[in-house]
Structure formats: structure tokens, C-alpha cells
């Protein structure tokens, strides 16, 4: 029994003696992470006060401040990136001094924050610093904020009337529906400012989808006939015929109007909303697809019929377009310079008129 009681002594007082040295180590580790910390904390202030002189520096050169303001900037920056250095190291001091009086043993916070140094983490670390910091902190998927911004991109959204000006023909006598000939756009466009200190005129250029529907009066469809196409009367009544032509085209526009502006520390920016606008410029691009739909009753039924051929339309397209209004709302015109059919006997230009939309 005796031997007994003397190897359970043994084996307590090793294990305490353990847990003792354990408890040293681990305080030890804490002030050498803290000590780390201090000089991390100099180099961080630094940093940030060489970032905001040289943001005050590019104030200079805009011209927003002058140089006997920048020096008074500089110098609370300066004076503020001290003061933080003193207090933030004064915070590792105490916490230092205080694991070293209680030898580690230190009654910890129970509102349910803890101490960094503290946690245990497993995970990845990139560069030294911990995975799921780089790839999913939100301050990682934030732009940075520029202090001109000259360019901006929009949805171009457009609607409206179709219709061809024919060689030697007034509109009034065209033979498509005036009302049933429909155009649809869509496409992206950016918009830079042209000059450095106005907005008054901008650049306007992108890409859009354009889908001109032209539909023929008096039961009359589309028929290619020796290089020619032309139009001929159907066999039986109509319910519907249309010619549609898509073009992709690049637009380029000068834009013109005034704007608002609207200057603070870290921007300026020159707003058109809801200001005054003009617009005129041209397009060139390609016809990348066009067809014919034919609706009609046969035998007490129902027949579509589509035909995707060329039917000798363009294959380059280019003309001149403008657009005005207030705003994204505006009032758009569109007209082809290149005939719709190639070696017509009778040039036939399609021309646009409805509302655009910048989304």
C-alpha cells in the first residue's frame, strides 16, 4: 500500500511540474508574439502616413489646395500618426507587464471577446497571412476609389418605327407598313469625358445589336429574282410578312450638354442626370443574319414559314445617327447609308426613329 501511495505522489507531482513549466512556456510565447506586434505597429503608422502625404501631394497638383495648406495637412498627419504609435504601443506594454507580474496567469475578459494571441486557427496562411483573409474578406473585392473618374459605361436599350427611303420615292409612298415596321437595339457603351476640367462634350462609343423589321403592304412578300430582290404578291391571304435584317454595329457618338459638379476630398465627379443632352455620330458593322417570316391559313390551317437567306441584303452596314433628351430617356434617329439590297435597280436605305433608353 505504502509503495502505492508513493508512485501516485510521484506521478502528481510530475505532472504539476509539467503543467507548471507548460504555463511558462506558453506566457513566454505570448510576450515574444507582443514584442513581434510592437514593431509592426511602427511600420504600420508609417506606412499610412506616407499614403496620406502623398494623396495631399496629388491635392497639390490638381490644383484643389495650395501649398501652404498641404504643409498644415502634412504635419497633423504627422502628429496624428505619432500619437497613435504611442498609445497603440503603451497598450502592448501594459498587456506585457502584465502576463510578466502574474507569470501568465491572468483572469481573462468573459463578455465574450478574446485575445487574438489567444485562439488557436487552423487553416492555411499566404504571404503570412492567413488564407480565407486574401480570398474571402470583403475589403479584398473592394475597388479602389479614383478620384476622376472620366469614363463611364451604359445598357443602350432602343425602340421604335422602321421603315426604307426608296430612290425617287416620298415615305408616304413607301410600300411598308408604316406602323407594323418595327426596329429593336441593344447593346453597351461607354462614355469618356473629352476634355480635362469640362464635361461639356463627351465621346460616346460601344457596341449594339440592331434588328430592323420592315413588313409589306397589299399581301406582298420578299422574293429573290436574277440577283434581284422584289416584291410579289402571295398566292393566298396574309396574316403576316416581315423581313427582318440583324446588324451588329460600333457606334461612336460626340455628345454634348451640361452637367453637375460635385467636388469632395477624395473625388470629383460630373453628373448628367436628369441634364440636357445631344448626341450625333455613325455606325459601321456587319449583317450577321437575316430572314423572312410568312404567316397564313392553308387548307383550314394555320402555317408559319421562316426562310433565313440573304436575300442580296448588305453585308456592310454604315450610317449616321443622333439622339436628344433629358436624362437616360431620349428621342433616337438612325439612317442607313448603304442600301438595304445590293445591285438594286432602285437604292432602298433603311431608315429609324424611336426612344433610347441608357440603362
Same mark, same amino acid.
Given at each position: 500500500m505504502?509503495?502505492?501511495?508513493?508512485?501516485?505522489?510521484?506521478?502528481?507531482?510530475?505532472?504539476?511540474?509539467?503543467?507548471?513549466?507548460?504555463?511558462?512556456?506558453?506566457?513566454?510565447?505570448?510576450?515574444?508574439?507582443?514584442?513581434?506586434?510592437k514593431e509592426k505597429i511602427t511600420q504600420q503608422e508609417k506606412k499610412a502616413l506616407k499614403l496620406e502625404v502623398e494623396e495631399i501631394n496629388k491635392r497639390v497638383e490638381r490644383g484643389s489646395i495650395s501649398s501652404s495648406e498641404a504643409e498644415t495637412l502634412k504635419a497633423e498627419a504627422a502628429k496624428k500618426r505619432a500619437l497613435n504609435i504611442d498609445n497603440r504601443l503603451a497598450i502592448i506594454d501594459n498587456r506585457i507587464a502584465l502576463l510578466e507580474r502574474n507569470d501568465g496567469d491572468v483572469l481573462s475578459d468573459t463578455s465574450g471577446d478574446s485575445n487574438v494571441e489567444d485562439q488557436i486557427r487552423i487553416g492555411i496562411d499566404v504571404n503570412g497571412k492567413p488564407f480565407e483573409e486574401i480570398f474571402f474578406?470583403?475589403?479584398?473585392?473592394?475597388?479602389? $476609389? &479614383? =478620384? *476622376?473618374?472620366?469614363?463611364?459605361?451604359?445598357?443602350?436599350?432602343?425602340?421604335?418605327?422602321? +421603315?426604307?427611303?426608296?430612290?425617287?420615292?416620298?415615305?408616304?409612298?413607301s410600300p411598308y407598313k408604316i406602323g407594323g415596321s418595327r426596329f429593336f437595339e441593344l447593346g453597351v457603351q461607354w462614355r469618356t469625358r473629352v476634355f480635362k476640367n469640362s464635361n461639356f462634350m463627351r465621346l460616346n462609343y460601344g457596341f449594339s445589336f440592331q434588328f430592323n423589321g420592315l413588313k409589306p403592304n397589299d399581301n406582298q412578300f420578299f422574293v429573290e429574282n436574277g440577283g434581284q430582290t422584289e416584291l410579289q404578291e402571295f398566292d393566298l391571304q396574309l396574316r403576316k410578312s416581315k423581313l427582318r435584317m440583324d446588324n451588329l454595329v460600333f457606334p461612336v457618338h460626340f455628345e454634348f450638354g451640361p452637367s453637375k459638379f460635385k467636388e469632395t476630398e477624395k473625388t470629383i465627379r460630373y453628373s448628367i442626370y436628369k441634364q440636357f443632352r445631344f448626341g450625333i455620330g455613325a455606325y459601321g458593322g456587319f449583317n450577321i443574319g437575316t430572314r423572312?417570316? $410568312? &404567316? =397564313? *391559313?392553308?387548307?383550314?390551317?394555320?402555317?408559319?414559314?421562316?426562310?433565313?437567306?440573304?436575300? +442580296?441584303?448588305?453585308?456592310?452596314?454604315?450610317?449616321?445617327?443622333?439622339?436628344?433628351?433629358?436624362?437616360?430617356?431620349?428621342?433616337?434617329?438612325?439612317y442607313d447609308l448603304n442600301p438595304i439590297f445590293k445591285d438594286a435597280a432602285i437604292k432602298q436605305r433603311n431608315i429609324s426613329l424611336g426612344l433610347r433608353f441608357d440603362l
Amino acid at each position: 500500500m505504502k509503495n502505492v501511495t508513493t508512485i501516485l505522489v510521484s506521478l502528481l507531482l510530475f505532472f504539476l511540474t509539467q503543467n507548471v513549466v507548460a504555463q511558462s512556456s506558453d506566457y513566454q510565447k505570448k510576450i515574444e508574439t507582443l514584442k513581434k506586434q510592437k514593431e509592426k505597429i511602427t511600420q504600420q503608422e508609417k506606412k499610412a502616413l506616407k499614403l496620406e502625404v502623398e494623396e495631399i501631394n496629388k491635392r497639390v497638383e490638381r490644383g484643389s489646395i495650395s501649398s501652404s495648406e498641404a504643409e498644415t495637412l502634412k504635419a497633423e498627419a504627422a502628429k496624428k500618426r505619432a500619437l497613435n504609435i504611442d498609445n497603440r504601443l503603451a497598450i502592448i506594454d501594459n498587456r506585457i507587464a502584465l502576463l510578466e507580474r502574474n507569470d501568465g496567469d491572468v483572469l481573462s475578459d468573459t463578455s465574450g471577446d478574446s485575445n487574438v494571441e489567444d485562439q488557436i486557427r487552423i487553416g492555411i496562411d499566404v504571404n503570412g497571412k492567413p488564407f480565407e483573409e486574401i480570398f474571402f474578406s470583403t475589403k479584398n473585392w473592394k475597388r479602389e $476609389l &479614383k =478620384y *476622376d473618374r472620366r469614363t463611364y459605361s451604359d445598357f443602350v436599350m432602343a425602340i421604335g418605327l422602321n +421603315n426604307a427611303l426608296i430612290d425617287g420615292q416620298s415615305l408616304d409612298d413607301s410600300p411598308y407598313k408604316i406602323g407594323g415596321s418595327r426596329f429593336f437595339e441593344l447593346g453597351v457603351q461607354w462614355r469618356t469625358r473629352v476634355f480635362k476640367n469640362s464635361n461639356f462634350m463627351r465621346l460616346n462609343y460601344g457596341f449594339s445589336f440592331q434588328f430592323n423589321g420592315l413588313k409589306p403592304n397589299d399581301n406582298q412578300f420578299f422574293v429573290e429574282n436574277g440577283g434581284q430582290t422584289e416584291l410579289q404578291e402571295f398566292d393566298l391571304q396574309l396574316r403576316k410578312s416581315k423581313l427582318r435584317m440583324d446588324n451588329l454595329v460600333f457606334p461612336v457618338h460626340f455628345e454634348f450638354g451640361p452637367s453637375k459638379f460635385k467636388e469632395t476630398e477624395k473625388t470629383i465627379r460630373y453628373s448628367i442626370y436628369k441634364q440636357f443632352r445631344f448626341g450625333i455620330g455613325a455606325y459601321g458593322g456587319f449583317n450577321i443574319g437575316t430572314r423572312q417570316k $410568312l &404567316k =397564313y *391559313d392553308f387548307n383550314g390551317e394555320r402555317v408559319k414559314d421562316k426562310f433565313k437567306r440573304d436575300y +442580296n441584303t448588305s453585308d456592310l452596314i454604315y450610317g449616321l445617327s443622333a439622339y436628344t433628351g433629358v436624362g437616360g430617356t431620349l428621342l433616337y434617329i438612325k439612317y442607313d447609308l448603304n442600301p438595304i439590297f445590293k445591285d438594286a435597280a432602285i437604292k432602298q436605305r433603311n431608315i429609324s426613329l424611336g426612344l433610347r433608353f441608357d440603362l
